[in-house]
């Protein structure tokens, strides 16, 4: 297959889509500094190989798509205890939503909302003591970019203008559902989603995916059937409120950002990743949705 000409092809096709409807996201206001023309695609393989077009050196916010591997971190180092904090449904409403919380006491509908992912760092802070760390480790090495790093003055923004979050963690905090003091949760959190990464960087950190659960060194990281159920909340919940138009239009497993990144894996083939800042109403990159409906059309990729 000429992956190469394929990136060119839908980049071209989704551009030609426009996308003046889309909006850089601006309540974190250092992300709103993003400029909107930035567009980039990768595609890695489970052979090795890595094509990439556009801005996919680049590296950008990843935002909510850090959540995908504090989630794999987290189930890789504490197993199915989790499951007993977060649920794993979609949750029919914005990322940031407090109304479920309450009537659901303080177990968060998925691992992707910002309140499941709240407690997804949580535990891994416990598992590891630094869960920020741990996160930005992984990336470095599946990525093979020993440079990938957070992007402080984004943290910092994110952790001032960080009420709606904080509100969401002293909630979970209530009811028992935080096993660290707010305040370092909430600072590993920013950490992970502050984290500064290309499209190429991601596309090969996310490969573990399409691998079944190996790693870049050939060593597991989980097992085949976690590695389903990661795939499994990723196609059900990775594109907030938008999952099931994502599963409709594209048919992988994926997490977006609000920074415009959008990961998604074809398990057994290989991983694409594809960020442009301009984001729909629910929080998915416009252009990054396109593209990857454009790719999936074209080449079959899809896993139904
Ligand atoms: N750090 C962002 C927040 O907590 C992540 C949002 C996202 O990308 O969905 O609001």
Same mark, same amino acid.
């Given at each position: ?8 092809? /839908? ?41 990439? *077009? ?16 504090? %989630? ?9 205890? %989790? ?7 979609? +949750?029919?409403?914005?990322? &940031?939503?407090?109304?479920? %919380? ?11 909302? &910002? ?31 020993? =440079? ?7 943290? =910092?923004?994110? @952790?001032? #203008? ?22 370092? /949760?909430?600072? #590993?959190?920013? @950490?992970?989603? *502050?984290?500064?990464? +290309? ?34 909340? %990723? ?6 409120? *938008? ?6 239009? /594209? ?6 950002? /609000?920074?415009?990144?959008?990961? =998604? ?5 290989? +991983? ?21 409906? *454009? ?10």
């Amino acid at each position: 297959m000429d992956y190469q000409g394929l990136l060119y092809e /839908v980049m071209d096709e989704a551009l030609r889509g426009g996308h003046a409807h889309g909006r850089v996201a601006d309540y974190i206001p250092a992300l709103a500094e993003a400029d909107p023309a930035q567009f980039g695609m990768a595609i890695a393989t489970v052979d090795g190989e890595v094509y990439g *077009a556009g801005d996919w050196e680049q590296p950008f916010s990843i935002q909510s798509v850090s959540k995908l591997f504090s %989630l794999t971190l987290t189930m890789a180092e504490g197993g199915e205890g %989790l499951w007993r904090r977060v649920g794993r449904e979609p +949750s029919g409403n914005p990322y &940031n939503s407090l109304v479920q %919380l309450e009537s659901e006491h303080g177990i968060p509908r998925n691992p992707f909302i &910002n309140a499941g992912a709240i407690v997804v760092t949580d535990r891994l802070l416990e598992l590891t003591g630094d869960a920020g760390g741990a996160v930005r480790d992984f990336l470095r090495v599946e990525s093979r970019n020993a =440079a990938l790093e957070v992007d402080e003055t984004v943290a =910092a923004s994110e @952790a001032l #203008h960080g009420n709606r979050n904080a509100a969401l963690a002293h909630f979970i905090a209530s009811y028992g559902n935080l096993h660290n003091p707010v305040d370092a /949760v909430l600072r #590993h959190y920013y @950490a992970h989603c *502050a984290l500064a990464a +290309s499209c190429g960087d991601l596309a090969r950190a996310g490969l573990f995916l399409a691998r079944h659960g190996i790693r870049v060194d050939g060593s597991r990281l989980l097992t085949r059937s976690e590695a389903k159920r990661v795939n499994a909340v %990723l196609l059900t919940c990775g594109t907030y409120d *938008a999952a099931g138009q994502f599963a409709f239009r /594209v048919g992988l497993p994926g997490k977006s950002g /609000v920074g415009g990144g959008i990961l =998604a894996v074809l398990p057994g083939r290989g +991983s694409v990743c594809v960020w442009s800042p301009p984001l729909d109403a629910t929080g998915n990159s416009v252009l990054g949705v396109a593209a990857l409906d *454009a790719l999936t059309t074209a080449t079959g990729w899809s896993i139904f």
